[in-house]
């Protein structure tokens, strides 16, 4: 009687979504239990329990009252049933390879569960290509057109600040721009390690590992991280194996070359080198200019030349604090109703060069705090209302871009104990800090006086 119930249902929603949605997310699904108000979905694989939890939660809800069931709580579950015959290829799989039902929303909605981490800000086309990072350039956009049959795995390695990150990312973004249903995956090292240490206590391995191995693009970044973390080396050795013998695109970032990060597995070292490893440099003068100028002119400002140079030999191998002297000088100018020039940028720049590096934790959150005129306990208690999220949110957002914070820290920092609302927060706010000139100038201001 159940299975009839749910074939009505799935009647129903067919009706509604488009084919190829009904095809990837509803078809091979299956009732397993409804009691104790309690109804329980099986579903393929976690793509799909996500996607149906996040999405068509309330489609499914309301076509079971339609049909007279109004179960308190509906759970998604992943169970063997579920799954397609042929051996262990999710549906979604299929799904991509037949271009017959594949969609624009479908793929697009398809593409997010695996696009998780991917950053829209980092493409190719706004990254500035001179010495230094050319070569790195070339074997991405390589990578980009051809993944999985030329460089694998492409290694980059490099200082701090210098474009990995952007880079990696910009392979991503551009796969997915030819390949709408492809399934990329950016995660950093620290969230991997995190992932599967949770997957092991909460007995989750299979979903982790399905995951990690389902996807197209594996971009892992500063793999450095995973140093010293013996069971997380041979997790990653195996999604690598298996990865690369289905000729799956893995690409890596790293502050050092494979043969200096300590402690590596041997095996695993002799992965990394197996395909393409490349020495990222950091961006001479010419190009440093040309990154300057590009990045002012999305802010819709031209900097005469003096100003340029003075940033340029301001800053001269970390990108990531050229940007933020730019943003620095920008804000001031900005505020102040004033157009910049070296007069400024020296007076504002110069001291700034002359910080203090050692700023803690607690002042972050104590100068946030009072940014925001809301009490410490509120900023580190349990409150939920905007007021006082949005504060923690911009907090935790300094904590990751002054002290380079790993987010379990930043979450425990913040009184939180689960990291990924750090890793949220971070990008809400990065997000929203390039479009919300509220936020902007908040976090300006903040770090403004953090530093005085
Ligand atoms: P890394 O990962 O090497 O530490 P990131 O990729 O995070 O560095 O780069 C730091 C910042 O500098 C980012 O905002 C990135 O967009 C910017 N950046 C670095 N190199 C370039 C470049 N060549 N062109 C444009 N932006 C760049
Ligand atoms: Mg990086």
Known sequence: MQDSLWQAVLGEIELTVSRASFVTWFKNTHLLRYKDDTLVVGVPNVFIKQQLERKYNQLVADTLAKNGVKPENIEYKIHSLSTPKKHDEPVILNQV??????????????????????????????????SGNELAYAACQAVAQTAGTKYNPLFIYGG???????????VGNSFLTRNPGGRVVYVSTEQFVQEFLDA????????????????????????????????????????????????????????????DIPTLEERLRSRFTMGMAIDMQTPDFETRCAIIQTKAGSHEVTLP????????????????????????????CEMRGLEPDLAIASSLLGVAKAR????????????????FQIPMEDILGPKRDKDIVVPRQVAM???????????????????RKDHTTAIHSVEKIEREASFDTNIKSAISEIKERLYA
């Open 97 to 130: 390879r037949d271009n017959s039902v594949l969609n624009r929303p479908t793929s697009s909605s398809l593409s997010h569960s695996y696009r998780q981490g991917l950053n829209e800000r980092y493409t190719f086309e706004n990254f500035i290509v001179g």
């Open 397 to 415: 957002y300094i904590l990751r871009s002054e002290l380079h914070l790993s987010f379990p820290k930043i979450a425990r920092e913040l009184g």
């Open 305 to 332: 030349h003096p100003v340029v140079e003075y940033l340029a030999n301001l800053v001269q191998t970390n990108i990531r604090e050229l940007e933020g002297a730019l943003n620095q000088l920008l804000a001031f």
């Open 200 to 259: 092991i206590r909460f007995k989750k391995n299979t979903d982790f590992a399905g995951y990690y191995r389902g996807c197209d693009v594996l971009i892992i970044d500063d793999i450095q991280f995973i140093a010293g973390k013996e069971k997380t080396q041979e997790e990653f050795f195996h999604t690598f194996n298996a990865l690369h013998q289905a000729n799956k695109q893995i690409i890596i970032s790293s502050d050092k070359p494979p043969r």
């Open 160 to 170: 701090v600040g210098i474009g990995k990150t952007h880079l990696i990312q910009a």
């Open 356 to 371: 203090p590096k050692h700023i803690s934790a607690k002042q972050i959150i104590e100068r946030t705090a009072k940014h």
